[in-house]
């Protein structure tokens, strides 16, 4: 099971940290992702980790988000600076499950399809 917090709405420019708490998966065992959707959008890949650590993001977030993993409470990350209105969206946080390839080759991790469990869901708004 996952579950995320820490949405909630801001002005541009401003900070928010997204957090996904989970039960019941092995760090070890998964990969891990947030992807985002807005209104009338496709769901997108915002920013993936593996289980080394190691990291990738989406062109329109580098430099502003950092996706990060706390083992010991079993929680995955994503703070969120430099805010702008193209970033509200409900945001998801995503687990899939470990293959012998990097899930960071080409477009693998932006697949919606490759991920085996999701959380709800939390909304970002982000006023101009």
């Known amino acids: 099971q996952l579950v995320e917090f820490g949405g909630g709405s801001v002005q541009a420019g401003g900070t928010l940290r997204l957090g996904c708490a989970a039960s019941g998966h092995s760090d070890s065992s998964y990969f891990m992702a947030w992807f985002r959707q807005a209104p009338g959008k496709e769901r997108e890949g915002v920013a993936a980790i593996d289980t080394d650590g190691s990291t990738t993001y989406a062109e329109f977030v580098k430099g502003r988000f950092t996706i990060s993993k706390d083992n010991s409470k079993n929680t995955l990350y994503l703070h969120m600076n430099s805010l702008e209105p193209e970033d509200t969206a409900t945001y998801y946080c995503?687990?899939?499950?470990?293959?012998?390839?990097?899930?960071?080759?080409?477009?693998?991790?932006?697949?919606?399809?490759?991920?085996?469990?999701w959380g709800q869901g939390t909304q970002v708004t982000v006023s101009s």
């Open positions: 995503a687990f899939g499950r470990t293959t012998s390839a990097s899930p960071f080759y080409s477009t693998y991790w932006r697949n919606a399809g490759v991920y085996n469990y």
